[in-house]
């Protein structure tokens, strides 16, 4: 049955950004090298993707894996349809990825003040205004800031964090730092489709010229739907990763964001147009186990496309012909 959600919801125009080699390598205990983090950065820059989430800026201490930000970013090859962003969280990170030439400061804070706290070591306060002077930081470098709210649909230490939290953040960012664009992230999970819908509509309804992103993990299994009903309440961005890999170690229960190619071929069947190559993100997917040292989530990666068919068995043609010959 055609819905009017259904028909709304074909034929739009989705970008993905996808930030594997982020948070999806800041999750994994094996440390990837050097130039692996390049040679797979440079293969999802011919796939399709608006935005590349290349590293973070943060303490080698905080997250080990992450300790060659600098070299990774300096040293991959650039397409000029990407987006090459970093995460960044205070003025010593700003100064790294703007002097390894980030297209973009991806600030981070969270909006729930315990996963602040956690995660930062600073109140949401002390961030703010750490991330301020980066703002500034960025617009005399002329380089583009988005911010990263981190558990915006529900912190796993405090519970739900309320729309008018969530909303107040993204003014102060919006209106006082002017930001380009705002990053909403479910850091453990805990958005469902109804808050999804609901938050995206509010925030569109308010800073429509300001560039909202979805940032989903599959902890619970609703990635795809948050998606969907992100792109029911008007977002156009979505954030995932290669293989489904990912989580923020400081948040307790933390797993994979949604799938990129999970999410990719779901939506292309939809009728949404994604503008990726699936195949070469399947080739780059395929990459992962041996440098994590451990299967990914991927179903893809597992099952194939639903049109990938496998050969019947080798039996067959005698089975059909004794089937064929009791009917007859
Ligand atoms: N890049 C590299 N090193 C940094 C850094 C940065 N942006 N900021 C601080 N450091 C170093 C300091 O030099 C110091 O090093 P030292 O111990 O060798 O002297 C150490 O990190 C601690 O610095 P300090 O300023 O005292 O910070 P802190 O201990 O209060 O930690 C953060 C604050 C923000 C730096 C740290 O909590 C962090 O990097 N968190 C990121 C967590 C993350 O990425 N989570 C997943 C993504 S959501
Ligand atoms: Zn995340």
Known sequence: ???????????????????????????????????????????????????????????????????????????????????????????????????????????????????????????????????????????????????SLSCAFGCPMEGDVSEQTVLHWSQRFVEELQVRGVTLCDTTGMAYPPQVEALTRAFAARWPSTELALHFHNTRGMGLANVLAGIDGGATQFDASLGGIGGCPYAPGASGNVCNEDIVHALEWIGHDTGIDLDAVLAATKRLPALLGHDTPSQLAKAGRRLDLHARPSDFDAIAERARARQA
Do not use: C, W
Not at 109 to 128: G, I
Not at 130 to 138: H, I, P, T, Y
């Open 1 to 147: 049955m055609i819905t009017t959600t259904t028909m709304e919801r074909n034929g739009r125009r989705v970008y993905l950004n996808e930030v594997a080699t982020r948070d999806g390598f800041q999750a994994e205990g094996a440390f990837v090298p050097t130039q692996e983090k390049i040679a797979l950065i440079n293969a999802l820059s011919r796939v399709g993707f608006a935005k590349i989430e290349v590293t973070a800026f943060v303490s080698p201490r905080a997250i080990p894996a992450l300790s060659d930000a600098e070299i990774v970013l300096r040293e991959i090859e650039r397409d000029s349809r990407v987006r090459y962003t970093a995460l960044v969280p205070n003025v010593r990170g700003a100064e790294g990825a703007i002097e390894a030439r980030a297209d973009e400061l991806n600030l981070v804070m969270s909006a729930s003040e315990s996963h602040n706290l956690s995660n930062l070591r600073m109140t949401r306060e002390q961030s703010f205004d750490a991330l301020r002077e980066v703002a500034r930081l960025a617009r005399e470098a002329g380089v583009a800031l988005n911010v």
